[in-house]
């Protein structure tokens, strides 16, 4: 019997695998101990030696600042500004905040950067807080063209009592329609608009979206979750640059630095409000530990961010282009399929993203579904989301892309994909090293 009790709102196969492994812990500590080292070793095995991470949510860190984030910061508060911290002896853990802060204003070329937020998702809650009251309307893109939950009923948004509406798309460009916009702007005077979600293909018209803003008062909140990395890198267009008023963004994607969340603006007003919304507010304490592997990785920005930036879109691109003459549906293939670090497939003829997905785990590829402006698949999503962060940190090149998109088509296309992993695992066995770090 379990302390933690079944909770019927959970699907039933998951709630079966909760209570599965909440039934262990009634081993000894000493075993449960060994057990978590061993599942701590075993997912190193998965993502280091097994797979391939076809995910562009999530990257590998620059070992120094994966080591600074267990050398005992963590655990100490940082409560306060700089220079008079209500805890005494932070004096060393201050000057790192600081050194953060910093470098993240100038790998996004802002003049504020608050640094205290423990994730993407919070970070599009201080902003939604910052700008916007409880009855609030926002408009937001709709999930079809990879809009975040976040900014929707389900999400954050809806939590802090705001009322989204989903804007017009422009499904060619898998972006935003201007001239739909404009008239649901006026429509429903919002005080928000967002840009940006969790696939991007090609370039966002902030500078117009932005004159749509002004013309009814709104504010843009570019939320740069996936897409901080190329921006950082100089790829990728700034959007502070083009017209939004701050950016959002998680730390561990295409940035590959610490979990958490990061907020970016030249608005001294937004970030005064963002600056209560965090001290004394939201945040108060925070993981100093966090502060230091983010400093450590925007410096790795800093020194290598075009050049790592650049491989990986062109590894995107590449990948996908032998993906399109093997035969795979690849969204927008007429178009290029992608100006970014991130391309899709159509899934419906492998079942949908998640369907697919599961195959390809079994072939040695971690991926995910996505939403696409096409016909739905019941049960399920209709695209199959891929990146290249990882594969880039890890050394992948576009000279790689021929063997890995034959893996990942016959793993798609197999009915029995399991036997594609020897192959796929030989493979990763070439890629050890790490790349566009600072040693």
Known sequence: MTHLAPRPWVPSACETRVQGIAATCDAPSSALADRIDQLIDLNQEIHDAECFNLNPATNVMNPRAE????????????????GDKYEMGLE?????????????????????AEIRVASGALANLYGFM?????????????????????HHADGCAGLYGLTTHAA????????????????????????????????????????EVRKVADEVGAKVLFDAAHQCGIIAGGVWANPLV?????????????????????????????????DAIAFPGLTANFDAAKSAALALTLLDWRDHGHAYAKAMVDLARALAQELVNLGLPVFAADKGATQSHQFAIEAAAFGGGQAASKKLRKAGFLA????????????????????????????????????????????????????????????????????????
Not at 371 to 396: A, F, S, Y
């Open 168 to 207: 017009p798309i422009d499904a060619d460009g898998y972006t935003i329609d201007i001239t739909a916009l404009r008239d649901l702007a006026h429509a429903v005077r919002p005080k928000i608009i967002t840009v940006g979600g969790s696939l991007n293909l090609f370039p966002h018209p902030v500078a």
């Open 130 to 150: 910052a700008l916007a009251k409880p009855g609030d309307s926002i408009i937001a893109p709709p999930g079809s063209i990879g809009g975040h939950v976040t």
């Open 67 to 82: 080591a600074a984030l267990a050398r005992g910061l963590g655990s100490r508060p940082s409560l306060g500004y700089p």
């Open 242 to 274: 083009e017209g939004a008023h701050l950016m959002t963004m998680s730390t561990y994607k295409s940035l590959g630095g610490p979990a958490g969340g990061l907020i970016v603006t030249n608005d001294a007003e937004i970030a005064q409000r963002l």
């Open 92 to 112: 060393a853990i201050e000057e790192i905040e600081v050194i953060a802060a910093e470098l993240a204003a100038q790998v996004f070329g802002a003049r504020y």
């Open 368 to 439: 995910c579904g996505i939403g696409l402006p096409l016909p739905p698949v019941p049960g399920d999503l209709n695209g199959l989301r891929i990146g290249t962060p990882e594969l880039v940190r890890r050394g992948v090149t576009p000279a790689d892309a021929p063997a890995l998109a034959a893996l990942i088509a016959e793993g798609l296309r197999s009915n029995a994909p399991e036997t594609v992993a020897p192959r796929t695992r030989a493979l990763r066995a070439r890629f050890r090293g790490l790349h566009y770090v600072n040693a």
